[in-house]
């Protein structure tokens, strides 16, 4: 069905949620403008870019795409955790019991790249770099731009401006808008291990590494290029932290003290240290997620979460996809190819997605800071570990009854608030099929308990 548009959809942001959704939406023909802050050529993109890393939820919508293989050749597949201790003992914690399922590491950077490549091929969709998006008039649907003072007029907007969305600010000022934000106390530092000789890995290159140091850790991803991209979780204040830090000999003696076997590898670790940047973590919510079909918020700019999960990027590719298939939905549409597309349509497509994805935002932002106290406190732990195995164990022996809460998240796109209420009951699983077993015994797991426990809170 051929849609009238008077003016573009105007994207704001052009990272990950943007390009996606400028390219899928430019493949069906509308015609969209986006407007990005950053230059279209970044720089210094090591000390900036960080790796993230791409589930099946991700790949469901570069797949809708049609370019995944294409993004993919730039991606590494992690297979599982590879723990660090003190003492510098690696131990590896697999993410599935399936040896086919894995994540991907990816850099946002890179993936951007190629995501507004493609989508630049399009004649109907205009990037404008270098101009970011001061407010919105949202009586009259027109941005008011930061570096270029113009006023641009749009069909709708569509607000993929992240975590401190200036789509959003402008909704905040609305009647009846809900809006908070939650910091950790912690925040983070990239830094980086180079690859060895001929782009060689020095560790695992298959693993997300994760050195858990009780009140703060570091995680690294791997790069195509050999390296990986570091990145520390630490206070802001205390007698560990960021503001304790300030000297080099501190830096250094530090990471020698509780990072050793990396500290090896890290030979540009102080000048990374005191030229990146510190970032802090935040979690924003806001509700609704639109207004009167002409501004909707999608990805961060609707619900930032914090990293734990591994989520971020995908949480935001799923609501590109969930938005571009209100789009489709043909029973949204006019009901005559004559009759403009307005507000009214605009409204009931964001009304939908809205119910489609506002509980699942919700989940999966507290599900990630229940992991950052879980990877940072607890994949050490000797209990953690068995009840690791133990999980493995019940999906070998119940696969299509027991399916572990990080399953669940990460290798299928069943909704997030589903997954937080297995995971929930999967918990109380374990914990009776543990309890007594203080050698943490395998064998003396009771699979007939097992069978009656998941009968009893999984109805399976």
């Keep these: 069905m051929d849609i009238l548009l008077n003016k573009p959809i105007t994207i704001v942001g052009g990272g990950l949620a943007g390009s996606a959704l400028a ?56 297979k599982g955790r590879m723990i660090h201790s003190l003492d510098s003992v690696q131990t590896f ?91 950790l106390k912690h925040g983070y530092k990239e830094l980086c291990i180079p690859s060895g000789p001929n782009q060689t890995f020095q560790i695992d290159k298959n693993s997300l590494h994760i050195w858990p140091r009780g ?48 500290y090896k590898l890290m030979p540009d670790l102080l000048d990374d240290y005191f030229e990146n940047p510190t970032s802090s973590l935040v979690t ?19 619900h930032a979460i914090v990293p734990f999960y591994g989520q971020g990027m995908n949480a935001a590719f799923e609501d590109v996809l969930e938005l571009f298939n209100c789009f489709e939905d043909k029973s949204l549409y006019p009901s005559s190819t004559d009759k403009p597309f307005d507000n009214d349509h605009f409204n009931n497509i964001y009304k939908k997605y809205q119910e489609n ?25 000797a209990l953690f570990l068995f009840k690791k195995k133990v999980e493995h164990l019940l999906e070998v022996k119940f696969p ?30 374990l914990n009776e099929l543990v309890k007594g077993n203080d050698d943490y015994n395998i064998e003396k797991i009771d699979l007939v308990l097992a069978d009656q426990l998941i009968k009893k809170y999984l109805n399976k």
């Design 284 to 302: 924003v919510k806001t509700e609704p997620y639109h207004y009167q079909g002409k501004v909707v918020l999608v990805g961060d700019a609707a």
């Design 93 to 183: 914690q697999a993410y599935s019991s399936d040896s086919n399922k894995h994540l991907y590491s990816v850099s946002r950077q890179l993936l951007n790249d190629r995501l507004r490549e493609h989508t630049e091929k399009l004649e109907n969709v205009k990037f404008i770099f270098s101009d970011a998006c001061k407010s919105i008039d949202l009586k009259q649907c027109t941005i008011q731009t930061q570096d270029s003072n113009q006023t641009i007029e749009a069909s709708t907007i569509i607000g993929c401006d992240g975590a401190f969305s200036a789509v959003r600010g402008s909704m905040v000022k609305l009647d009846r808008q809900d809006y908070s934000q939650s910091y």
């Design 23 to 78: 390219l899928l939406l430019g493949q069906k023909g509308f015609p969209i403008q986006v407007i990005e802050k950053r230059p279209k050529q970044s720089e210094n993109i090591r000390a900036r870019s960080i790796n993230l890393a791409l589930s099946d939820r991700g790949v469901k919508t570069l797949t809708k795409t049609g370019y995944v293989d294409d993004i993919l050749k730039i991606a590494i597949p992690m």
């Design 215 to 262: 009140s703060f850790m570091m995680i690294a991803l791997p790069n195509i290029d050999g390296s990986f991209t570091c990145t520390l979780f630490f206070p802001f204040d205390g007698p560990l932290s960021f503001s304790s830090l300030d000297t080099r000999e501190k830096v250094d003696q530090f990471f020698k003290d509780y990072f050793p076997d990396a």
């Design 357 to 381: 994805r506002k509980a699942n935002s919700d989940a999966i932002a507290e599900m990630a800071v229940e992991n950052f106290f879980e990877m940072r406190d607890h994949v050490g732990d």
């Design 400 to 429: 299509s009854r027991y399916i572990s809460r990080y399953e669940l998240i990460s290798f299928s796109t069943q909704p997030y608030a589903y997954a937080q209420k297995i995971g929930l009951a999967n918990q109380q699983i």
